[in-house]
Every structure is written in structure tokens, then in C-alpha cells.
């Protein structure tokens, strides 16, 4: 059974850091694209960075350029999304996903096959 486990979401405060990690199991993800996506109550899941299998290619959106950094170790079969000078407006379930590639867009969750179960991720004023 294929599966992606997200950790280390959390409670910080305004300008402080967390790192989110997803693991995967049930098949090699090492050639997989990769990607974070992240919902708020009422909100569509929005794109928040995407990874190429051997690191090269990165895309982030706007609002997370600068503070957020996405990685990957493929030996570990583990991604990641290291989240510094974090806002309030960054509070939200944090996904992570996966697909073979090619894919269309890469920052569109249709383009993801594989989701994890979502992490919240909460930043206080």
C-alpha cells in the first residue's frame, strides 16, 4: 500500500520555524516529482513548492519565496519542507503529494496522485 506520512507540524510563533517531513512507503519515490500543497478552513489547497527527482528544478509560490525551502533524500525515501520566519497567514493543513512524472502544471493538486494525510501547522501572533 502506497503511503506518504506527513510530521512535524505544530504551534509557533509569528517569525519562527518548523520543519515538515513526509516519508514514503509502499513503492520508490525517488523519481517522483514532489510537492506541498496547503489548505485553510474554507479555502481551496493551495500550492506551495514542488521538487524534481534529483533536486534540480524547484518552484515555490510567491507568498512562501524566501522563507521556505523544499529538499529531498531520496535514500530515505523522505522529502521536506524547512519553514522559516513563518506568518499567521501560513496557518494551515500542510499536504504533502507525489506523481511519476511528466505532469502538467506542477502546482496544481490535480497533477498529484499520491497525498499524505495533512499536518496542521499553526502560527500565533
Known amino acids: 500500500q502506497v503511503q506518504l506520512v506527513e510530521s512535524g507540524g505544530g504551534l509557533v510563533q509569528a517569525g519562527g520555524s518548523l520543519r515538515l517531513s513526509c516519508a514514503a512507503s509502499?513503492?520508490?519515490?525517488?523519481?517522483?516529482?514532489v510537492g506541498w500543497f496547503r489548505q485553510a478552513p474554507g479555502k481551496e489547497r493551495d500550492f506551495v513548492s514542488a521538487l524534481s527527482w534529483n533536486g534540480a528544478i524547484t518552484y515555490y509560490a510567491d507568498s512562501v519565496k524566501g522563507r521556505f525551502t523544499i529538499s529531498r533524500d531520496n535514500a530515505k525515501n523522505t522529502f521536506y519542507l524547512q519553514m522559516n520566519s513563518l506568518k499567521p497567514e501560513d496557518t494551515a493543513v500542510y499536504y504533502c503529494a507525489s506523481n511519476v512524472p511528466p505532469i502538467r502544471t506542477w502546482t496544481s493538486p490535480r497533477d498529484y496522485r499520491y497525498w499524505g494525510q495533512g499536518t496542521q501547522v499553526t502560527v500565533s501572533s
Open positions: 509502499g513503492r520508490t519515490f525517488c523519481s517522483d516529482i
